[in-house]
């Protein structure tokens, strides 16, 4: 059964330094999706993707975080300078897009666990 | 605004006792879909349910059953005869207004002790 895949697992950083996240959607999916789940909290949404442009944000996405697929499998979430605060868990997802993203099953990857030091 | 309330932060049962776990939602839209994930210790996130707002028939898939009631705003997830494979946390969501964001309730924590 095809899945999201996301690399690495985990990733150590210190604070101030970038960090790119590695996502493989589902083939035909045509949404994707970054989530995060600071330790013990809830998950929150980031940001949507569609069509090589940013469909939805929340107000945590902002101008540390940007999103890219730069190519036709991959999709990375790149966090420019990273503070104590982003330490999380990072969730990639994908939807088909048959609805136009709205309402659609969200298929998540592993999780790449981000520990900013 | 959407919202998803699971009272219950923690429930544990002894396995074979069947659990309820509880999902309140909020939104003002007519159209939405709830979803319930499974958490489990190693951290992925696993699809179990879509229901949307229009198809309030209670869904049986084994042993996991689930019940929404638009009267009471709720979205209700029961495991019958628990099992020690069971123990995770069950995250209940939300999706309305035409949006792609999914609202994530705080998750309740299963622990089916042998």
């Known amino acids: 059964e095809p899945e999201v895949t996301q690399t690495p697992s985990h990733q150590v950083t210190q604070m101030g330094q970038e960090v790119i996240l590695r996502c493989v959607p589902i083939s035909n999916h045509l949404y994707f999706y970054w989530y995060r789940q600071i330790l013990g909290q809830k998950v929150e949404f980031l940001v949507s993707?569609?069509?090589?442009?940013?469909?939805?944000k929340s107000e945590i996405f902002d101008d540390q975080f940007s999103v890219e697929r730069p190519d036709g499998s991959n999709f990375t979430l790149k966090i420019r300078s990273t503070k104590l605060e982003d330490s999380a868990m990072y969730f990639c997802?994908?939807?088909?897009?048959?609805?136009?993203?709205?309402?659609?099953?969200?298929?998540f990857g592993p999780g790449t666990r981000l520990l900013v030091l | 605004a959407q919202k998803v309330t699971q009272a219950q932060t923690e429930i544990s049962v002894v396995e074979k006792e069947d659990v309820t776990l509880d999902c309140v939602y909020e939104t003002r839209d007519t159209t939405y879909y709830l979803f319930w994930y499974k958490q489990p210790p190693s951290g992925e996130l696993v699809f179990l349910i879509r229901?949307?707002?229009?198809?309030?028939q209670n869904e049986i898939s084994g042993r996991y059953s689930w019940n929404f009631q638009k009267s009471t705003s709720s979205f209700n997830f029961t495991i019958t005869a628990s099992q020690v494979v069971d123990s995770a946390v069950y995250f209940c969501?939300?999706?309305?207004?035409?949006?792609?964001?999914?609202?994530f309730g705080i998750g309740t924590k299963l622990q089916v002790i042998p």
């Open positions: 969501a939300l999706n309305s207004g035409g949006y792609q964001k999914v609202t």
């Open positions: 993707f569609y069509n090589n442009e940013i469909s939805e």
């Open positions: 229901r949307n707002s229009f198809d309030e």
């Open positions: 997802a994908s939807s088909t897009g048959t609805s136009g993203g709205a309402g659609e099953t969200q298929y």
